[in-house]
């Protein structure tokens, strides 16, 4: 079963990685105080498709291309029955059925400095359809 997720084009060293994936939709969200992300003017999410045979793959090429610096930043994708988590040189693949996996992804994520309200991962996050995805 494939993956679907979001990944944030500022988040990442090397946009380019964009042009090997399956974009279904962007959307272009300009930054607020609660974003935490100051010295950028916008968030560009590009909602992604990952065939199952390459997630593991592409979670280890977007580790290692997630920027750290002035923060943490982090990018996931799931399927129905598993989560990739992926952070700077680190790739957390969670049952979406344990909620333990899920707390050690989140205080990992919050020893990187990523504010707590946006690695409030859940396994009762339901994956968008086609049609609940906006596209700008």
């Known amino acids: 079963m494939n993956y679907q997720g979001v990944i944030i084009e500022e988040s990442i060293k090397d946009a380019g990685m964009l042009r090997g994936l399956k974009v279904l939709g962007t959307k272009v969200k300009p930054i607020t105080e609660q974003h935490q992300t100051p010295w950028l003017a916008q968030w560009t999410l590009h909602t992604v498709e990952i065939p199952e045979a390459d997630a593991e793959n592409i979670a280890n090429q977007l580790s290692k291309n997630l920027k750290s610096d002035p923060s943490?930043?982090?990018?996931?994708?799931?399927?129905?029955?598993?989560?990739f988590i992926i952070f700077p040189n680190k790739v957390f693949l969670i049952d979406r059925r344990k909620k333990e996996e899920y707390a050690e992804a989140k205080r990992y994520g919050m020893s990187l400095g990523i504010p707590e309200h946006q690695v409030n991962f859940s396994p009762?996050?339901?994956?968008?359809?086609?049609?609940?995805?906006?596209?700008?």
């Open 72 to 83: 943490a930043w982090y990018a996931d994708f799931k399927n129905d029955r598993r989560h």
């Open 124 to 136: 009762e996050v339901v994956i968008p359809t086609s049609d609940e995805r906006e596209t700008v």
